[in-house]
Every structure is written in C-alpha cells, then in structure tokens.
C-alpha cells in the first residue's frame, strides 16, 4: 500500500508517494511554485528538451527492463518532442518514472525522486536546494519512528524470553545487555524483520511443542534462536556500513 506525505518548500505544499522503498514527488505540486496556473506546461516546457528526454531515457534504462527504446529514439528525433508530455513518454516508451495518478485531491503528474530533483534544477537551483533539505528531514523522521517501533518489538521478545529464563532458574545469555547493544547500533531498516519476530517466535515455540520438548529445552532453543538474530542483524548492518 502506497503511503502518502507532504513537505513545504519556500510555501509550496509538494505531496510525495512512497510505494515499495521508492518515493515519488508531485511534478504538478513543484510547477506550482513557477506557473500556479498553468502547471501542466510548465512539466511539458522541461520535458521537451533534449537534454531532459536524454535524462529520462537513462533513469529508464538503468531502472525499467521493459523500457521501450525504440520508442525513445522516436519521441527523442521526432517534432514531437516539442509537446511532450508525461502520457506520451509512458505511451511511447512503457515509462515507470513517471506517472499521471488522477483525482481532484492528490492526483496530477508524479515522478521518482531521481527525475523529481532534476526537474527541481530546471525550476530553479534554490528551490533545489530546499526541497533536497526538506525531503531528507522527512526521511529521518521516518527512520526515527520506525527505530522507536523496532526497539519496543525487540524488548517484547526479550522480556518473555528473560522473563521464562528466571522463572526456570535457567543461566541464560543476558538477552537485555545484548538487545541495548543491538538496539543502539543497528539501523532500523531492519524493522520489517524484527516487526515478525515475535510472531515468529510464537511458532517456534508451538513447534518445539509439539515435538514434545519441555519448557526448559524450548526457552534454551527460543533464547538461541534470539541471540542469533541478533547476531545476523549486526553483521548486516556491518556491511552496511563499509559500503
């Protein structure tokens, strides 16, 4: 499901889309800020030259498999490319950067990011410079939240994990200690992984259940399993990080 936000940039409102990990911007909200009147020519005006339509045949090569080329040579040589517009380019080339979503409220001409930006140069380098600004504000107070709702999945798990361990008189890995470790230094993109973990766990346990293992043999099984995840995460992470 699409999530829908919106940013102010130098008193324009500009909605923005995200939609499997991609974001994409209102073209028609940012032409706004140059003709509130006549936005649709202002996104034809900068489609239509040359140097934008080789911008965008190069986002689609990279991004789209199904990019018509051909296509692109027709609409990039033809007279047509005068009065360019997002439908065309779609209808031309099987497009995925931008697309036309219609509505009275939040519908209009809505581009990826990368093509939203550059769209942002042609408008004016300033206007750029804070709509980059605002829209990465947005993005950590995204990634904020979702750390937040991480930590709080995470300390469920392991209070019932530690909670079991005490009551069994069982010595167990000290799962706080190494949940404050993760916590303060892992990223929350990995919230979507922590966020089925515990029902994961849930199904373990009536696994090992139904295996007929006893309390203690389970908790053992769960508080490894645990501390494994942990461990994965992390080095991800790592990774990550030397990139």
Known sequence: ??????????????????DKNDDYISLTDMAG???NLEVRIVVSNWMSTYYTVGFLAVWEKVNNPNFNRMG????????GRLLLT?????????????????GRYGGGIFAHKDIAFE??????????????????RLKEEEQKAL????????????YHIHTDAKSLNYDSYDLCD?????????????????NHSSDSMENLNAVFINEGLSQKERLIKLNQIAIQQMKVLLEVEGRKMLK
């Open 147 to 158: 750390g937040w709702s991480a930590k709080r999945e995470l300390a469920k798990i392991n």
């Open 72 to 79: 692109f040579h027709t609409v990039r040589n033809g007279e």
């Open 86 to 102: 997002p439908k065309r380019w779609v209808e031309m080339t099987n497009a995925i950067g931008i697309f036309s979503k219609s």
């Open 119 to 136: 769209f942002g140069t042609w408008l004016s380098a300033e206007f750029k410079y804070f709509l980059i600004c605002e829209f990465q």
């Open 178 to 194: 190494s949940y404050e470790f993760w916590s303060n230094n892992t990223h929350s993109n990995h919230y979507n992984l922590i």
């Open 33 to 35: 800020y140059k003709d």
């Open 1 to 18: 499901m699409s999530k829908k936000e919106t940013i102010t940039v130098q008193g324009t409102t500009i909605t923005i889309i995200s």
